[in-house]
């Protein structure tokens, strides 16, 4: 079994940064993949970033929030980072950490094998 925990979320102004922290624990194995989700209310859940065990700087972004938010991992202390700069109202969402045992970090939820309970992030104006 797996787990998954997220922190780092809360209620920041537009234009302030925030790090979202993803600590996995239990059977990961050691070549796993990391996603970041969102969603927001009322909308579709979607997909944020992710960061693939074989190339730990190949990840894909939505071309929305390059150049505004990072993903790291410190695979020592099973720790996936997502440092989110220059925040606006329209990142207001619950953001999710994801985790596939294929090592992939891919855009598509269904590749995820586990997920965390979230961790809400809200933007004002």
């Known amino acids: 079994q797996v787990q998954l925990v997220e922190s780092g979320g809360g209620l920041v102004q537009a234009g302030d940064s925030l790090r979202l922290s993803c600590v996995a624990s239990g059977r990961t194995g050691s070549k796993y993949g990391i996603g970041w989700f969102r969603q927001a209310p009322g909308k579709e859940r979607e997909f944020v970033v992710g960061?693939?065990?074989?190339?730990?700087?190949?990840?894909y972004y939505l071309d929305s929030l390059k150049g505004r938010f990072t993903i790291s991992r410190d695979n020592a202390q099973s720790v996936v980072y997502l440092q989110m700069n220059n925040l606006k109202p329209e990142d207001t969402a619950v953001y999710y950490c994801a985790l596939d045992l294929d090592g992939l970090g891919s855009h598509v939820a269904g590749l995820y094998d586990y997920w965390g309970q979230g961790t809400q992030v809200t933007v004002s104006s």
């Open positions: 960061i693939r065990w074989k190339d730990a700087n190949a990840y």
